[in-house]
Every structure is written in structure tokens, then in C-alpha cells.
């Protein structure tokens, strides 16, 4: 099989080449391999390459439902026992891993061939994949822009060929920002369908979920039906769908009742661009049987980036101090944005953290309102295209005034800077919608439906209800049929 046969299957499919004895794994892995290095020096995708281990897996007997199809894990988060999970940063690339992750346990039960480690920012901290460790990750359809975060590297080779499908996690928007920016389908599940375990109960109070970004909706869906489950460790059990989650593409849903909303949560600019797509999807929408409304949850979308990040900094802080604490490594070894976050996550008093985690409430109880009236809510996944390579850098003075009060001891008093009001505007900005979902633990979607005049790809997000996995991907599947998108190629060769 070469290349461009390869293209044109999915996951599942080629796992039933694989079954039919049409096809040997050893051979998908060879074709994976070639593709990697042929665009690996254009997008920078793979941070961590593992092929001798890949080679002497396809070469053994495999089994389960995706067995023999090559596949690559996020470098954050996806444990694989003796390897290092470097997590985008310096200090951690040479740190092996004692255990599996339980979703790559569940991969590899399921027969994928592993073959190496996707880029992520550090600490998988930011919107952009651009980690000092590494250099920027390109987007496929256009490498002088990011395919976005923190998936970045995950969504940026499935769009350009390497692997079908590929693992991501979702802490803030990371499974669906890429994937809207790279022209894939994205499923961010719901909080507790996916375990975190071993070595985590659940990540960022629950707002972080593992999950993969797929050319097809259908690889999504049967990669959910691998991933989602309880672990005996876990914090508590979610029920499971009444059938597979891969059942549920395969019929259109009953017509829905979807409301929809175009502003910036946090009141910047959304750019034409954007509203075009969400506008065109509602258009599909409704031809399809479905009521779309102008509609929004009742949320203070400046009020949740605060407390997202009042919560966030503190896990960054963590995370710092967990490194140093594992390696011995100088607070100097990460980059001048992650001290940032973790000075100001260490300076933020108790009191004040748990209050923004309680206030998070508030928020999940306006959502739930929200679907009172309505089955899902419609938005732009970005508030613009697909940006360059290096927009969302803090500015040059406020880089240096950071690092001088980081080398004098004075980092809380970052806090008191602007520097916090740009880190949520240069973070949040572009990608204001995608953070209630996490914060809420509500199930939600990107779809690649639109394409922007000069071609970039450019997603729409649906959020759900708590276990609405189904009709999202019902959903999706419904919107795939009626505007197929996982033959369009990227111009990369």
C-alpha cells in the first residue's frame, strides 16, 4: 500500500484491511513511517519518534478493534511505561515513565501500533504549539500559521496523512481548538467518561479529558467506545450510552433545537470569518430539519476566563514545582510564560483559589439553563482563522519586565501587572468559546464544515448536555453525510 491509498481510509478502515488479511500492519507502519518523514521537516509534528519499538509491535500478533493501525499519543499526559512523557518542556524529555496512562493501556489493548509522541506547548499551557523544546509545530494547510493547542501537534498530523486519527487531551479547548484550525473533527467527552488514572484522579478538577482528533467522525466515535469506562481507582462511575457510541453515528438524529451565539464571551472581536462559518452552519442546520436560534448561555464570559486562569495558574504552579521537585532542574529551565503562570499561581492565596473553583458553579448552573430550552449550543470554535506562527507572544517590554521580577524574587507581584489581563487576552482572545465546556464538564464537538476564502480550515463547536455524546456524534455523523470533508487534503507534499 502506498501513500495515497493510505490516505483514503480512516482508522476503521484500515483495521478491517488489517482483519481481512488484505493488508499487513507491518506494512501500514512502513507507509506512516515514510509520510512522518517526508513532512515531519515542514510541520514539526512529532516531538518524540519511537519507530524500533512500533516496528517489533506490528511485527507480533495484535488484536483488539483497531488492531495494526499506526497511531501517535499526545506528549502530555499519555504515559507509556519507560518512555519519557517530556510535556512540551526541557526538564522532563529525559524522565521515563514508570506505568502506562490508562487510555494508552486501552490503545494499546486495542491493537494500535504506537509509533511515537506529538508536540504540545509546555505543561500543554497555551491555545498555540510553539514550545521553546522543540520549536513551533506548523498547520498543514498553511505552515506559516499554528494548527493551534495544545493538540497541536496531534491535529497537525492527522492533517497532513501521517496517522487517521491520533491522541489529544482537552483542558481548555486543546482537542477542538486544532482541531477546528487543521480541518478535523474533534470530540472533547464529557467529565468522568474518559479515566485519567493511574497517577491522576482526574485532571484540572475534571475540566481536563483525554480524548483523539480524527479525519472522521465514525474513528471518533469507535475510539470512544475504546476509551470510555470506569477504572477501579477512579473518582466515581458515569453510565455508559445504551448502545456503542459507533451505533450512534450511524443514524441522523431526531430534529433539534439548537441556539446559537456568535459573540466573544469575553467582548473582542469575533472576525467575519468566523461568524460566516457558524452562520453557514446553522444554514446546514436548518435545510437538515433542525431550529436554530439566536440564543446564549446567561455567563459572564470575562468572569469564567478569570477563574479559569485563577485555577489554572495554580495547576501550572503545580505541575513547575513537581518537575523541579522529579528532575532538580533551575526554575530557569522553562520558558519566561510558564514562570509567569506558576509565579502568580503560587502568590494567589487559598482562599481566593477555592473561591474561583466554587464560582465554576455558577457557571454549570447557566448552562444548564441554557438547555432547558435547547438540546446544544452553537458557536465558532476560534474567533479567527487559524493565526501565524508567533502572534500570541507577550509583547517584548512585558517579556522583560517579567523576567526581571522573576530574577529578583519578586514574581507574585505579577499579578499586580497588566501582565494577567494580556495573558487572558493573548490566550483567550482567539479562542474564547471553548472553555465553558470544560469548566461545566459539558460534552462538546468541533466540526470542520467551513473552509475560509483563502481556503484554511475553520470549525464550529457544539456543546451538550451531561452524556449527550451520542447526539453529538449523531449529529456530527448527520453533518459529514450531507458535507464530507475527510477527502480534502492539505496542499503539503
Known amino acids: 500500500m502506498g501513500w495515497e491509498d493510505y490516505r483514503t481510509h480512516d482508522a476503521v478502515g484500515l483495521a478491517g484491511l488489517v482483519a481481512a488479511g488484505a493488508v499487513r500492519p507491518a506494512d501500514l507502519l512502513e507507509v506512516a513511517l515514510a509520510r512522518a518523514a517526508a513532512v515531519q521537516p515542514t510541520i514539526n509534528a512529532i516531538r518524540h519518534p519511537m519507530p524500533d519499538a512500533a516496528r517489533a509491535r506490528a511485527r507480533g500478533p495484535l488484536s483488539g478493534p483497531f488492531a495494526g493501525v499506526p497511531f501517535l499519543v499526545k506528549d502530555l499526559a499519555q504515559h507509556i511505561a519507560g518512555v519519557p512523557t517530556g510535556s512540551g518542556t526541557h526538564p522532563l524529555a529525559t524522565v521515563p515513565r514508570p506505568e502506562h496512562s490508562t487510555v494508552v493501556r486501552r490503545w494499546l489493548d486495542a491493537g494500535l501500533v504506537v509509533f511515537g509522541r506529538t508536540a504540545t506547548p509546555e505543561f500543554g499551557a497555551r491555545a498555540v504549539t510553539e514550545p521553546v523544546a522543540g520549536g513551533p509545530t506548523r498547520n498543514p494547510w498553511d505552515p506559516s500559521r499554528t494548527p493551534g493547542g495544545s493538540s497541536g501537534g496531534a491535529a497537525a498530523a492527522v492533517a497532513a496523512g501521517i496517522v487517521p486519527v491520533a491522541g489529544a487531551s482537552d483542558g481548555g479547548g486543546s482537542i477542538r481548538i486544532p482541531a477546528a484550525a487543521c480541518g478535523l473533527f474533534g470530540l472533547k467527552p464529557g467529565r468522568g467518561v474518559v479515566p485519567s488514572g493511574p497517577d491522576v484522579d482526574e485532571g484540572f478538577h475534571g475540566a481536563a479529558v483525554q480524548g483523539v482528533v480524527s479525519r472522521t467522525v465514525r474513528d471518533s466515535a469507535a475510539m470512544l467506545d475504546v476509551l470510555a469506562g470506569p477504572e477501579p481507582a477512579g473518582p466515581y462511575r458515569v453510565a455508559g450510552p445504551e448502545r456503542p457510541y459507533a451505533d450512534a453515528v450511524l443514524a441522523d438524529p431526531p430534529p433539534l433545537r439548537i441556539g446559537l451565539t456568535t459573540a466573544s464571551p469575553l467582548g473582542g472581536e469575533v472576525t467575519p470569518e468566523a461568524v460566516a462559518a457558524a452562520r453557514d452552519a446553522a444554514g446546514l442546520l436548518t435545510s437538515l430539519g433542525h431550529v436554530v436560534e439566536e440564543s446564549a448561555p446567561a455567563v459572564d464570559g470575562r468572569a469564567l476566563a478569570t477563574d479559569f486562569l485563577t485555577t489554572w495558574f495554580g495547576m501550572i ?98 499579578g499586580r501587572l497588566d501582565l494577567v489581563e494580556s495573558l487572558v487576552d493573548a490566550n483567550f482572545d482567539p479562542v474564547p468559546f471553548t472553555q465553558l465546556a470544560n469548566v461545566t464538564g459539558r460534552p462538546a464537538a468541533s466540526v470542520p464544515l467551513y473552509r475560509t476564502p483563502e481556503g484554511l480550515p475553520l470549525g464550529v463547536q457544539f456543546v451538550g448536555r451531561p452524556g449527550s455524546e451520542p447526539e453529538l456524534l449523531a449529529l456530527a455523523g448527520q453533518l459529514e453525510r450531507a458535507r464530507p470533508w475527510a477527502h480534502l487534503e492539505a496542499p503539503l507534499r
Do not use: K, N
Request: glycine share 6%.
Open 317 to 414: 504552579a503545580a505541575q513547575v514545582d513537581a518537575a523541579r521537585a522529579l528532575t532538580g532542574c533551575a526554575d530557569t529551565a522553562f520558558e519566561t510564560e510558564t514562570r509567569v503562570m506558576a509565579a502568580i499561581g503560587r502568590a494567589t492565596p487559598a482562599p481566593d483559589y477555592l473561591a474561583a473553583r466554587s464560582r465554576w458553579q455558577r457557571y454549570t448552573r447557566a448552562l444548564a439553563r441554557f438547555h432547558e430550552r435547547y438540546d446544544l449550543l452553537l458557536t465558532p470554535t476560534l474567533a479567527r482563522p487559524p493565526w501565524p506562527i508567533g502572534a500570541l507572544d507577550i509583547a517584548p517590554p512585558m517579556r522583560l519586565a517579567a523576567r526581571a521580577l522573576l530574577a529578583t524574587g519578586a514574581g507574585g507581584l505579577l
